[in-house]
């Protein structure tokens, strides 16, 4: 994994086009229920993943250890939680959901950790 920002925006693709295909799942059925799952694997799926990309190809991230973990749990934990939340809407069994938060709040954590510890140093023209 030494390209940390293709990993992120190439899985954010997938993952968009997933949660575009459940959308319209759910449009042609007419069935909305899963709608907050939908919307948790889009945000954290897609729009996280793309930002972190982002941020680790403007801070020249790609082979940090810390950064590496951040993206290994940051993607199958977006999925997870957004499976996780379907799956305790349906059923109320809610363990799926908790791993898939727990996994992303701890990646949330160490982003902060990465922005910390690698600011971005964008030089602008005055």
């Not at 996994?103 to 910390?116: E, G, H, Y």
Request: glycine fraction near 8%.
């Amino acid at each position: 994994m030494n390209n940390l920002p293709r990993i992120c925006w190439t899985t954010s693709a997938i993952i968009a086009f997933a949660g575009m295909l459940w959308g319209l799942h759910m449009a042609i059925s007419g069935d909305h229920s899963n709608f907050p799952a939908h919307a948790h694997l889009n945000l954290l799926g897609w729009v996280s993943l793309a930002l972190y990309g982002t941020y680790y190809y403007l801070a020249g991230i790609t082979r940090l250890l810390i950064a590496r973990i951040q993206v290994i749990l940051a993607i199958p934990g977006s999925i997870i939680m957004g499976v996780g939340i379907a799956i305790a809407h349906q059923t109320g069994a809610e363990e799926l959901a908790k791993l898939g938060s727990l996994m992303v709040i701890v990646s949330a954590a160490l982003f902060v950790a990465i922005t910390i510890m690698r600011p971005l140093r964008i030089n602008t023209v005055n």
